[in-house]
């Protein structure tokens, strides 16, 4: 069964800094790898995406503070967080959404890590 696990969450002030990390018990190298984010009484939403190319896109909120990576080696992916603000504040999930072999879209999810920005 394949499994996510995240670490890096915590409590930081606004304008800190966190680096958030997904560590995949599958090998993921073909696939992109998400990390999605709910604040309290909001929809979960998409922060960041990683293809299996590199290829990087970012929600508009987050651009230029954020930037994710990933260690194909480690099976890893990573958040790091600059600049951080309360409004960052969520539940932040890795996703990978896999494409299996009879073409059905499964969607994996880490069990969440949180963060809160806040003086």
């Known amino acids: 069964q394949v499994q996510l696990v995240e670490s890096g969450g915590g409590l930081v002030q606004p304008g800190g800094s966190l680096r958030l990390s997904c560590t995949a018990s599958g090998h993921f190298s073909r696939d992109d790898m998400e990390w999605y984010r709910q604040g309290p009484g909001e929809q979960r939403e998409l922060v960041a995406t990683v293809t299996s190319g590199g290829s990087t896109n970012y929600a508009d909120s987050v651009k230029g503070r954020f930037t994710i990576s990933r260690d194909v080696a480690k099976n890893t992916v990573y958040l790091q967080m600059n600049n951080l603000k309360p409004e960052d504040t969520a539940v932040y999930y890795c996703?990978?959404?896999?494409?299996?072999?009879?073409?059905?879209?499964?969607?994996?999810w880490g069990q969440g890590t949180q963060v809160t920005v806040s003086s």
């Open positions: 996703h990978v959404p896999w494409l299996g072999p009879t073409g059905y879209l499964y969607h994996f």
